[in-house]
């Protein structure tokens, strides 16, 4: 292992045989670390940490650290991180805040600088998020999905997948998948055209969600039966089920449209 001379690694965390670790690093007892992964100088790692192979994270970095939450005692919680991950400086993830819980970071995630990941979110895969942007307890992040800069998200609130939120937006409701949101408090603008095309997904999909999307925020349906129609007239194509589904099973109802028919200048909320 390529360790510094100043790092602090307590004998009984368990590290690959090829980890680096930078200077001044501090890793303490239950940490895990797979085979590739290299630690910045200056991070601090501590609780029960898992990091998986092939991660780079960068200075200042703090994992598993306790969650922010008032009462909780020490309680045995779980920082769980996959692999190929790139999570850069200051990034702060906190572990769960009950016996045996989990906030859980998937594979192939570029978290950047700044980011604050609290107890008991769960991120999946491919997800891009921006620099200072804060994600409370208890959010679920779905593949693919892209949160931009200095985006605030509130705490039991599901990010869908390949969903893309604006820079600066105050997130308060679901983020159903595929959809472009941005604002404050934030709102639906339309579908991620162009993720979807860069992912591979066809035109005639691509077509339906468009129909899918306007039975949602622009006729005169409710969400029940504008999601009911949706079924009825639409191919059952994965997209378009897993679309229905999430805004089915939301809890905390989802995002609605802008009014594009209003300026900037005029619209509030």
């Not at 994992?63 to 779980?78: D, F, I, W």
């Not at 404050?184 to 969600?209: M, Q, T």
């Not at 622009?218 to 029940?224: A, E, G, H, K, Q």
Request: aromatic share 6%; proline share 3%; hydrophobic share 40%.
């Amino acid at each position: 292992m390529n360790i510094h001379k100043t790092a602090i690694i307590n004998p009984k965390a368990e590290l690959a045989d090829d980890v680096e670790v930078g200077a001044y690093v501090i890793i303490e007892e239950n940490v895990k670390i797979g085979k590739g992964t290299k630690i910045g100088a200056h991070t601090y790692i501590t609780g029960w940490t898992e990091i998986g192979e092939n991660c780079q994270i960068h200075m200042g970095v703090i994992l598993g650290n306790e969650p922010q939450v008032a009462g909780y005692k020490g309680e045995r919680s779980y920082v769980l991180i996959g692999d190929n991950n790139i999570i850069r400086e200051y990034v702060t993830i906190h572990r769960a805040m009950e016996e045996d819980g989990v906030t859980k970071i998937g594979n192939d995630n570029f978290i950047m600088a700044n980011v604050h990941i609290a107890h008991n979110c769960i991120i999946g895969n491919n997800v891009t998020i921006t620099n200072f942007a804060g994600l409370t307890g208890h959010i679920e992040v779905e593949d693919d999905a892209v949160i931009s800069g200095l985006v605030a998200i509130h705490q039991f609130v599901k990010i869908g997948r390949l969903s893309m939120i604006g820079g600066a937006s105050k997130v308060t409701q679901d983020v159903p998948p595929y959809i472009l949101v941005d604002g404050h408090p934030a709102r639906a603008y339309g579908l991620n055209l162009v993720g979807l095309k860069r992912i591979g997904i066809s035109d005639s999909i691509r077509s339906d969600l468009q129909k899918a999307y306007r039975l949602l925020y622009r006729s005169s349906l409710n969400i029940t039966d504008a999601l009911k129609k949706i079924e009825e007239e639409l191919p059952p194509s994965d997209e378009v089920k897993h679309l229905v589904e999430f805004i089915r099973n939301s809890k905390r109802g989802i995002c609605r449209e802008k009014d594009l028919r209003l300026k900037a200048t005029d619209y509030t909320d």
